[in-house]
């Protein structure tokens, strides 16, 4: 139907230069664009002005074609007026959504609209430094900065989070995990809060791990992948160095086959193990597990509860002589080592 004029309520009752009334032109429209198109839009009305728009289509007759050009003008002159180039605004979807589905649920389709709108927006910020990120939103209220974390990506999220101060951290996470529909005044605060990170952002340098991302790369490069490495060493040891760690990152133990994780076993003796996998993500201490025998993965997990707590430095060292033992037997050819999620078949 023809939206009424904001600055007279009457509007929606009067003629127009057509001498019909916008529930007339409304009606005209209807009866113009077929038996399925006017259903569908019928259905979205409700009950009165489902009545009042019927009732005037079921009087209509003899309605000249200069008329009924004129109603499908205006009716498109006044869609263009209320969304423009860039689509509806927010204050003519949300009168739209009231009429076809009630306030409350407009609300709640409004914000699924405008949270998707933000997340492009959003998407930016992962180019900028964590740590900048999180000093941007520690002024903020614990809500927004809940909000704010809500819509990126989990990994960045919790970067942020870790470098926000210590005390209220929690708070944090408890907004974050009550939230569920975000009202649209939060939501209007949270585009101006992106909105002027995106702005300071301009004068930030972003943020990348070359050495993870050289790491990366080496694992997928053909051929021989050591005569690259060493090449780099002949320029910077250092750099070299740590690049081979992330190469040889302790992760890549469980997507290994369980030949090779059986000659590690056969090589690195169970005390270390029981060190190393202290903490260790659940895929990766059953990847070692499962290729133990089963009387030796029972002694094992005995073994690892008698250890009892171990410092994290210890348990690194522990990581990295087990890689360097792994590097060393597939350099010599002894193991293959898969290097990155490589996908397989049969």
């Avoid at 529930?23 to 839009?41: K, P, R, T, W």
């Amino acid at each position: 139907m023809a939206e009424a004029n904001p600055n007279n309520s009457n509007s929606a009752l009067q003629p127009n230069e057509t001498g019909l009334s916008p529930v007339e032109q409304a009606a005209i429209v209807l009866l113009s664009i077929g038996e399925e198109q006017a259903a569908a839009v019928l259905r979205c009305l409700e009950r009165e002005e489902l009545l009042e728009l019927t009732q005037v289509m079921s009087r209509m007759s003899g309605i000249k074609v200069d008329t009924v050009r004129v109603s499908l003008q205006n009716f498109f002159d006044d869609y263009r007026q209320q969304s423009g180039l860039h689509g509806a605004s927010r204050s003519y979807l949300k009168r739209s959504l009231d009429l076809a589905l009630g306030s409350d649920i407009a609300n709640s389709v409004l914000n699924t609209i405008y949270g998707d709108a933000i997340r492009p927006m959003t998407a930016r910020l992962q180019y900028a430094s964590p740590k900048w990120l999180a000093e941007f939103v520690m002024r903020e209220h614990v809500q927004m900065q809940a909000v704010f974390l809500a819509f990126l990506p989990p990994a960045l999220a919790g970067q942020i989070l870790e470098s926000l101060p210590g005390d209220g951290r929690e708070l944090v996470l408890l907004h974050l995990a009550r939230l569920d529909e975000i009202d649209r005044d939060l939501l209007g605060e949270l585009e101006d809060l992106v909105a002027r990170c995106l702005a300071a952002l301009d004068s930030q340098s972003a943020s990348v791990d070359g050495v993870h991302q050289v790491a990366e790369i080496l694992n997928r490069l053909p051929g021989n992948r050591a005569a690259m490495v060493e090449l780099i060493r002949a320029h910077d040891p250092d750099v070299c160095s740590k690049i081979e760690m992330s190469m040889y990152d302790f992760y890549i133990l469980s997507r290994q086959s369980e030949q090779t994780i059986t000659r590690l076993l056969d090589e690195v003796p169970l005390d270390q193990w029981a060190i190393a996998l202290k903490g260790a993500e659940p895929a990766l201490r059953d990847a070692i597990l499962n290729a133990m025998p089963r009387r030796q993965a029972q002694s094992f997990d005995e073994l690892m509860r008698r250890s009892g707590p171990v410092p994290l430095s210890r348990i690194e060292q522990t990581r990295k002589d087990i890689m360097g033992v792994v590097k060393e037997l597939s350099e010599a050819g002894q193991i293959e080592v898969q290097l990155y999620d490589e996908a397989t078949a049969e």
